[in-house]
């Protein structure tokens, strides 16, 4: 089955207890990104890559990294946790069509807090 | 700004009631325009995409059209398993890093 998934689905930590939520995909895309889901303020990009060892930032990329290695894996890293990162996140992936991506297929979600 | 406006936040609909839900946008250069079901807790389920004003898509009860402002999301006889939040998102033609620039959403019950 085609799908994106995500480890852990939920998350609870301390501040500044350094975590990773990896992201995986087999669909062979080469486009994958994260987003953040939060009320009110909808889902905004977090990074985004084009394709391995391509990584660029997005709207909201304060307190986060990532890596792309591997072209099915997208981990997102936060070194040092605050509760203003409690949130739902989402990894998404998509294929490129003369270099551009389009409709993104989203994976199933971690929610984590930040105590 | 890029932005998008969705309307109504929240609809509630009779089983085999037809209604439309709204997307307005403002962007600079439409690349696409995405339409996404979102059920509680879980990931955004991609349902179309719309290129061009005069579009339209559909599948099952589901009809998504697209003009130079907005979209719109036309449900036919719903019925209660369409209950979910619809999303609609657009992507700018300018933007080469693909980010999707998604709007609040519609929260949709269908009761039986």
């Known amino acids: 089955e085609a799908q994106v998934t995500q480890n852990p689905r939920y998350l609870i930590t301390v501040t500044g207890k350094k975590l990773t939520v990896t992201c995986s995909q087999n669909?062979?895309?080469?486009?994958m990104s994260w987003y953040r889901q939060d009320p009110g303020l909808g889902l905004r990009q977090i990074y985004y890559?084009?394709?391995?060892?391509?990584?660029d930032k997005g709207d909201v990329p304060e307190g986060y990294k990532v890596s792309r290695k591997e072209k099915r894996n997208f981990p997102l890293i936060l070194e040092s946790p605050s509760p203003n990162q409690t949130s739902l996140y989402f990894c998404?992936?998509?294929?490129?069509?003369?270099?551009?991506?389009?409709?993104?297929?989203f994976g199933p979600g971690t929610r984590l807090t930040v105590t | 700004e890029d932005q998008v406006t969705q309307s109504p936040e929240a609809l509630r609909l009779q089983e085999g009631e037809s209604s439309s839900l709204n997307c307005s946008y403002t962007?600079?250069?439409?690349?696409?325009l995405f339409w996404y079901r979102q059920d509680p807790g879980k990931g955004p389920e991609f349902l179309f995409t719309?290129?061009?004003a005069g579009e339209e898509k559909e599948k099952e009860r589901l009809k998504a059209t697209l003009t130079k402002k907005e979209s719109f999301l036309h449900i036919t006889a719903p019925k209660p398993e369409d209950s979910a939040t619809y999303l609609c998102?657009?992507?700018?033609?300018?933007?080469?890093?693909?980010?999707?620039?998604f709007g609040q959403g519609t929260e949709l019950s269908v009761k039986p």
């Open positions: 998404a992936s998509s294929p490129l069509r003369q270099g551009l991506s389009y409709e993104q297929y």
């Open positions: 669909m062979n895309h080469e486009y």
């Open positions: 890559s084009m394709n391995v060892e391509v990584t």
């Open positions: 962007v600079s250069g439409l690349r696409g």
């Open positions: 719309l290129y061009s």
């Open positions: 998102a657009v992507q700018a033609l300018y933007n080469q890093g693909g980010k999707l620039i």
